[in-house]
């Protein structure tokens, strides 16, 4: 197991409001450490947060990627972007806010940006596209920079940009990972899960708002409810454990998975305002498939323990519903430097 914690105080306010910037002299550039040459290129999982019972806390990453070329310039901003989702060519692009965001943290003068996006996480379907894009940004400018910043530093931005850690900690790491804030500061632990365990994705045409979403859970829950859902939160991270001695295999891990992909602190209030992705959580957990939704939807993830199981999970009928089966990644962001355009 891999434990990451962040050190520096408070969270950093993540957006960078001066426009496309231009970059300072060669000397000052020099004085200030501002990267001129050279770049790096990136590959980011998708992930899948909460699981069922673990909201905000617990996280997975996906073998779905996207992949970021980053090279700094002399001035201005250009965004080359590959994919099915439209994304602003401008400094809004979340993959240049984080860049901004981690070298103000460093303290480099901000230097002009050449951008190649390679896009294939779907956006607004609960499946991390933004932590994505923020992990790369961050990890792409603390590379260029050195890497002052490390893994602590790492988290605790992207986190501070993201607003929450599970998608951001799963991105960074890879694995099944466990998120907490202790003292205000975010912290990651990374477990090897499984390698029996093959996500099916069930993802629909239609996005779900985030801030729709969390608007819909309660400000308080019964301490009944909390009690089921430590239990189920703390059966879920041992049943997708890969650690020795196994909590289980084959046919008990999948029913292990099953009861522990049980909720009653978000799915309760969200799944009414999915009703489809609702249906099919409902029909995969009718079969003993283990299936919850991604993040906070509308795309539903099925745990499926071998092969097996996962060949039932894509057979469940799924209308509106495009059917992507995966490989767990364990590795998290991979990072390369460049030595020039590509």
Not at 322 to 335: K, N, W
Request: negative net charge; contains cysteine.
């Amino acid at each position: 197991m891999t434990a990451v914690s962040g050190r520096a105080a408070a969270a950093h306010e993540a957006t960078h409001a001066t426009g496309v910037a231009v970059s300072a002299s060669v000397e000052a550039a020099e004085q200030a450490g501002e990267p001129t040459a050279g770049g790096v290129r990136l590959r980011v999982p998708a992930s899948s947060a909460n699981l069922g019972p673990g909201f905000d806390a617990l996280g997975i990453a996906l073998g779905l990627y996207d992949e970021v070329s980053v090279h700094p310039t002399r001035s201005g901003l250009t965004i080359d972007a590959v994919g099915p989702d439209v994304v602003p060519a401008t400094e809004d692009h979340l993959v240049v806010r984080a860049i901004r965001a981690a070298f103000d943290e460093i303290g480099w003068a901000q230097p002009g940006l050449a951008l190649r996006c390679v896009n294939r996480i779907p956006h607004g379907r609960g499946l991390g596209s933004s932590a994505a894009a923020i992990v790369a940004g961050v990890a792409a400018a603390d590379t260029l920079a050195g890497s002052p910043l490390g893994p602590a530093g790492r988290l605790r931005l992207a986190t501070a940009i993201e607003g929450h850690p599970d998608n951001v900690a799963a991105a960074l790491l890879g694995g099944l990972t466990v998120a907490w804030f202790e003292a205000g500061v975010p912290q990651a632990l990374r477990v090897e899960p499984a390698g029996e365990v093959r996500p099916v994705l069930f993802v629909p045409s239609r996005r779900q708002s985030t801030e729709q979403a969390r608007g819909v859970l309660p400000g308080q829950v019964s301490h009944a409810d909390a009690a089921v859902n430590l239990g189920r939160a703390t059966l879920l991270a041992l049943a997708l454990s890969g650690a020795e001695p196994a909590v289980a295999v084959g046919a008990e891990r999948s029913r292990l998975l099953l009861a522990a992909t049980e909720d009653r602190l978000h799915q309760p209030y969200r799944l009414p305002l999915l009703p489809a992705s609702a249906d099919l959580v409902r029909r995969l957990r009718a079969e003993g498939i283990p299936a919850a939704l991604s993040g906070s939807g509308p795309s539903v993830v099925a745990l499926a323990v071998g092969g097996g199981q996962a060949a039932a999970a894509i057979g469940v009928a799924a209308p509106g519903f495009s059917v992507i089966p995966l490989t767990l990644d364990t590795e998290g962001v991979q990072v390369e430097t460049v030595d020039s355009q590509e």
